[in-house]
């Protein structure tokens, strides 16, 4: 990283772009106005948990969740280096931003989805004229024909970690949120984040975004202990961790939960989201469906914050991750989503 100051960086207009000098976007970014996003303290259930809690709440971005900072960075960058079509497999929100951000650039998109995928993110996907292609099975399978039609076309494959840049544009909520806890002089990181776990970006670009940060000088803070969650009906890298196992076996069997972001039974990085959470000194922790409900109805009434069940299951996961040793404050829960994308499930 080249030296740069952060008060430079204080004088731009605040939002991901602030700190393109950390993104991987030459020139003008395809943008649909991407953030600030709140960090809203959370002062009952900092009184409850006896720890500082902050909830960094990406539901207000564009197409409703965190997947848009990783579009506007991956989309922008690959149109940079030509793309004229673009390819991805997706769980559902991923497809529905980058859906956007291409109608936006101009260029091709084909998303493949499987068929369970939730019919409000296939209706995106389509009205943003994008092609939908379903399949049979799990985002797995998704993935498998993504890579034929990329290998076909020579349509650029944006699948989970299949090109460097969208964990490079999710790193920006990090940016941001530390940014937003930081006084005049420098950023601050917190003790602890706790996000949930598909395949994985959110927790890799957080660890990314604090080392960078540090780096620059930014802050003298410690890194924060990240930590993930994923539903009990899917979960292959906790598993993994509590067997202290360095990669995940594929999750078998009916994938249940009303988070479906987190419906990726075979992360096709589990051995790095695994390292990295280790490394942070953070834990993975399974929670049910019972308590992902019980957690976002807690959520909005006790601090009027209404997330996605993505969103959800990082408070659900703060009892087992207190029980686990002290929570390093403050705490960051992180909302990917806005419920609103949810509402048809949520109204069940
Ligand atoms: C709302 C939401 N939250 C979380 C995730 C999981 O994201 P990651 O792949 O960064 O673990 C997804 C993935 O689809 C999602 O849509």
Same mark, same amino acid.
């Given at each position: 990283l080249a030296p740069l100051a952060l008060d430079e960086v204080r004088h731009r207009p605040p939002g991901m772009w602030r700190y393109r000098e950390l993104l991987p976007v030459r020139g003008e970014p395809v943008s649909l106005g991407e953030g600030p996003t709140p960090l809203l303290p959370a002062p009952r259930l900092s009184e409850r948990f006896g720890v500082e809690i902050l909830v960094k709440d990406d539901g207000p971005l564009p197409? +409703?969740? #965190?997947? /848009?900072?990783? &579009?506007?960075?991956?989309?922008?960058?690959?149109?940079?280096? %030509? /793309?004229?079509?673009?390819v991805m497999p997706s769980a559902g929100n991923a497809g529905a931003a980058w859906s956007l951000y291409a109608a936006r650039a101009g260029v091709t998109m084909t998303v493949t989805m499987a068929r369970t995928a939730p019919e409000e993110?296939?209706?995106?996907?389509?009205? &943003? %004229?994008?092609?939908?292609?379903?399949?049979?099975?799990?985002?797995? !399978?998704? /993935?498998a024909a993504a890579r034929s039609i990329a290998a076909e076309t020579g349509a650029f494959l944006a699948a989970t #970690?299949?090109?460097?840049?969208?964990?490079?544009?999710?790193?920006?909520? $990090?940016?941001?949120? #530390?940014?937003?806890? +930081?006084? %005049?002089a420098s950023m601050r990181l917190p003790g602890t984040v706790v996000t949930s776990v598909g395949g994985g970006v959110a927790a890799v670009a957080c660890a990314k975004a604090a080392?960078?940060?540090?780096?620059? %000088? $930014?802050?003298? !803070?410690p890194a924060p202990v990240v930590s993930g969650v994923q539903s009990d009906q899917c979960a292959p890298i906790v598993r993994a961790f509590e067997a202290g196992a360095a990669s995940a076996e594929p999750w078998e069997g009916e994938l249940g939960t009303i988070a479906a972001g987190l419906r990726v039974p075979a992360p096709s990085e589990a051995d790095l989201v695994l390292r990295v959470l280790e490394g942070s000194g953070g834990a993975m922790v399974a929670v049910s469906e019972e308590e992902i409900r019980t957690a976002l109805r807690d959520l909005a009434e006790t601090e009027g914050i209404l997330v996605c069940p993505e969103? &959800?299951?990082?408070?659900? &996961?703060?009892?087992?991750?207190a029980e686990r040793g002290e929570l390093r404050g403050p705490v960051v829960l992180y909302n990917t989503g806005a419920a609103g994308k949810y509402l048809g499930v949520l109204a069940r």
């Open positions: 197409s +409703g969740t #965190f997947k /848009a900072r990783g &579009a506007a960075a991956g989309l922008s960058r690959a149109v940079e280096l %030509g /793309a004229r079509s673009i993110n296939k209706a995106e996907v389509r009205l &943003a %004229g994008a092609e939908l292609v379903e399949v049979g099975g799990t985002i797995a !399978d998704a /993935a #970690f299949a090109e460097p840049y969208r964990v490079e544009g999710k790193k920006s909520a $990090w940016l941001e949120c #530390f940014d937003q806890l +930081g006084d %005049g080392e960078e940060v540090r780096a620059l %000088g $930014w802050t003298g !803070d969103g &959800a299951t990082t408070l659900a &996961a703060l009892p087992r991750l």
